[in-house]
């Protein structure tokens, strides 16, 4: 297994790993990382009034990002998975990329306005989004290499 494609696939992971945490303790009524409910509301949602997701969204967000986890982890060796792998990592890839380009969209900046989250928007999720996009299509385009 190449050594750079575990190292940008545990990367991206890692970050996933995260975001998937963060969110299954929402779904479970936590607070973190940020125990005031409604800044952490205000941090995570752009819109006014904020409100945290759904407990169920916030568990559906955690899902998502474990899958995520392990395509990438799966996709950096060459022998695993077949096409489907592949293809589920490219949409993955791309998808990063739609939220990280969205992010800084007129359009979403409107239908996102609360603050401290448009802030947070464009110094940390969108790119955060971009990275991880980015990521995954790299593990892609040497997987097929």
């Given at each position: 297994?190449?050594?750079?494609?575990?190292?940008?696939?545990?990367?991206?992971?890692?970050?996933l790993?995260a975001?998937?945490?963060?969110?299954?303790l929402?779904?479970?009524?936590?607070?973190?990382?940020?125990?005031?409910?409604?800044?952490?509301?205000?941090?995570?949602?752009?819109?006014?009034?904020?409100?945290?997701?759904?407990?169920?969204?916030?568990l559906?967000?955690?899902?998502?990002?474990?899958?995520?986890?392990?395509v990438a982890?799966s996709?950096?060796?060459?022998?695993?998975?077949?096409?489907?792998?592949?293809?589920?990592?490219l949409?993955?890839?791309?998808?990063?990329?739609?939220?990280?380009?969205?992010?800084?969209?007129?359009?979403?900046q409107?239908?996102?306005p609360?603050?401290p989250?448009?802030?947070?928007?464009?110094?940390?999720?969108?790119?955060?989004?971009?990275?991880?996009?980015?990521?995954?299509?790299?593990?892609?385009?040497?997987?097929?290499?």
């Open positions: 297994m190449d050594m750079l494609a575990m190292s940008i696939a545990s990367m991206v992971a890692i970050l790993l975001v998937g945490v963060a969110n299954l929402w779904s479970l009524g936590i607070m973190w990382p940020i125990r005031d409910p409604e800044l952490l509301a205000r941090s995570v949602s752009g819109a006014v009034p904020a409100r945290m997701p759904s407990r169920y969204v916030s559906g967000m955690a899902i998502l990002a474990l899958i995520g986890c392990v982890l996709v950096a060796d060459p022998a695993s998975g077949g096409a489907w792998l592949t293809a589920l990592a949409v993955a890839g791309f998808a990063g990329l739609a939220r990280g380009v969205l992010g800084y969209t007129a359009w979403w409107a239908r996102t609360g603050e989250f448009r802030t947070l928007d464009r110094r940390n999720y969108s790119p955060l989004c971009l990275a991880l996009g980015v990521g995954f299509l790299i593990l892609v385009v040497m997987r097929l290499t």
